[in-house]
């Protein structure tokens, strides 16, 4: 019953920019803390972003700091994240997190030329 399904992911240039969306249904969206996480080929998953369940406090991890940026809309029950200036250190499958309770399936981004 509870889904995160994340999309938006493919294949961008270094330098380009990537929208992703994770749509969630069958829990109160709107009450959780929400999450992006990234793991890439052989590597541990990592922490990408936090926003707040209101949307008003984000957080990122040093890596993305200053070129990701994570959103919400509560009355779609949808999370956002905006890819800017892209590495390709940035390769990843990214995965949408209801904190402490429920993960997506993924989606992948790579960055290439």
């Known amino acids: 019953q509870v889904q995160l399904v994340e999309s938006g992911g493919g294949l961008v240039q270094p330098g380009g920019s990537l929208r992703l969306s994770c749509a969630a249904s069958g829990f109160t969206f709107s009450t959780y803390v929400m999450k992006w996480f990234r793991q890439a080929a052989g590597k541990e998953r990592e922490w990408v972003a936090t926003i707040t369940a209101g949307g008003a406090t984000t957080d990122y991890a040093a890596s993305v700091k200053g070129r990701f940026s994570i959103s919400r809309d509560n009355a779609k029950n949808t999370l956002f994240l905006q890819m800017n200036s892209l590495k390709p250190e940035d390769t990843a499958v990214y995965y949408c997190?209801?904190?402490?309770?429920?993960w997506g399936q993924g989606t992948q981004v790579t960055v290439s030329s």
């Open positions: 997190r209801a904190s402490n309770r429920y």
